[in-house]
């Protein structure tokens, strides 16, 4: 059996796909599901993938961005060709996925093109402004921990001790504060 490493995902069926990806390790499955051609086989293998336990948000919303979604956004669900159909209802699982908390933040897993997730929210906003809703709305709390999340390039002070710090358990907890669910939980606000 060919190792993940060097399995040629150009060249071959879509069967090979899904029985290479479910033997990759999180990292590998993470690093492919950021990467996939969405031309080949993105029902399957990244259906499977974004199912997975472990997978983060910073990788949902760029397996999300890479999938040009803004396309299909404003396209009734019966109006889209029914050869886009099936990655439709995956992001559509990919977002109510992110919107209901299934993908965790982890730290130095954020967003790879910030412009486009900005740009998506821009969208979103405006969209509100002017009554209209798209059939993709992610939470504008988990993108702003994605964008929290994203690790600018290292510099010379990237080792020196981080008095400011990003408190994950807070970043997790703070979307039920603002909706005053903590009391309901007796957490102190």
């Not at 259906?47 to 919303?61: F, R, S």
């Not at 999938?67 to 439709?88: E, F, S, T, W």
């Not at 996925?97 to 740009?119: H, S, T, V, W």
């Amino acid at each position: 059996m060919q190792d993940f490493a060097s399995f040629d995902w150009d060249d071959s069926t879509e069967k090979d796909h899904v029985r290479m990806v479910r033997t990759g390790t999180l990292t590998q499955i993470r690093a492919l599901a950021q990467t996939y051609d969405w031309g080949q086989h993105p029902v399957s293998v990244l259906g499977w993938v974004m199912a997975q336990k472990g997978i983060d948000l910073g990788t949902a919303l760029n397996v999300f961005q890479n999938a040009k979604p803004l396309q299909y956004n404003y396209i009734g669900k019966r109006d889209v060709p029914a050869a886009h159909r099936g990655m439709c209802r995956l992001l559509d699982n990919i977002c109510q996925r992110i919107n209901c908390g299934f993908y965790l933040p982890e730290q130095g897993f954020g967003i790879a093109r910030e412009d486009k997730m900005r740009a998506w929210v821009k969208y979103q906003q405006d969209d509100a402004a002017e009554g209209r809703v798209g059939r993709w709305v992610l939470d504008d709390e988990m993108i702003n921990t994605a964008l929290a999340l994203t690790t600018p390039e290292p510099d010379a002070h990237a080792f020196e001790e981080d008095t400011t710090g990003f408190d994950f358990i807070d970043a997790l907890v703070k979307p039920f504060r603002e909706q005053g669910i903590a009391k309901r939980f007796r957490m102190r606000a």
